[in-house]
């Protein structure tokens, strides 16, 4: 049963959750990656001239300036997330589909955000570490 009738707001909403997926497997891709660089792989990578290389060593070298900024994204943008499923949900679909909404959101965003990902950073931490090198350092960066 439809409870209101889809609009642009609703548009919007979906877009943005999707967004915010991209996002949060980035960071975990970011986070596993990271935190499974070695300092003298970093370093030996950003002696070969990487692009990334020398921002990856920076950030191996000093945990402590990537970790809550990069946590702090995570949680906002799954709380972000969760509440605009929530929303969504419920315009949709009433209280059950709010209901439905919150089991598929734990489901599918467990699954693509969070197990994938960090498997794949597992299995790939090197290339994982360099991916996401420049684009962490960015985040620490941000004023």
Request: glycine share 6%.
């Amino acid at each position: 049963m439809i409870a209101n009738e889809f609009n642009n707001t609703d548009l919007l909403m979906l877009v943005t959750i999707f967004l915010l997926l991209i996002l949060l497997i980035f960071t975990s891709v970011a986070e596993m990656g990271l935190s499974r660089m070695s300092r003298p792989r970093a370093g030996s990578l950003a002696d070969k001239g990487l692009k990334s290389g020398k921002a990856l060593k920076r950030l191996v070298d000093h945990p402590e300036r990537w970790v809550n900024p990069l946590l702090l994204t995570v949680n906002i943008a799954q709380t972000v997330q969760a509440t605009l499923t929530g929303i969504f949900s419920a315009r949709m679909f009433g209280t059950w589909g709010v209901v439905v909404g919150v089991l598929l959101n734990v489901v599918v965003f467990f699954v693509l955000a969070e197990a994938v990902p960090k498997t794949y950073a597992v299995l790939y931490p090197q290339r994982s570490a360099l991916m996401a090198a420049r684009p962490v350092s960015a985040l620490v960066a941000f004023p």
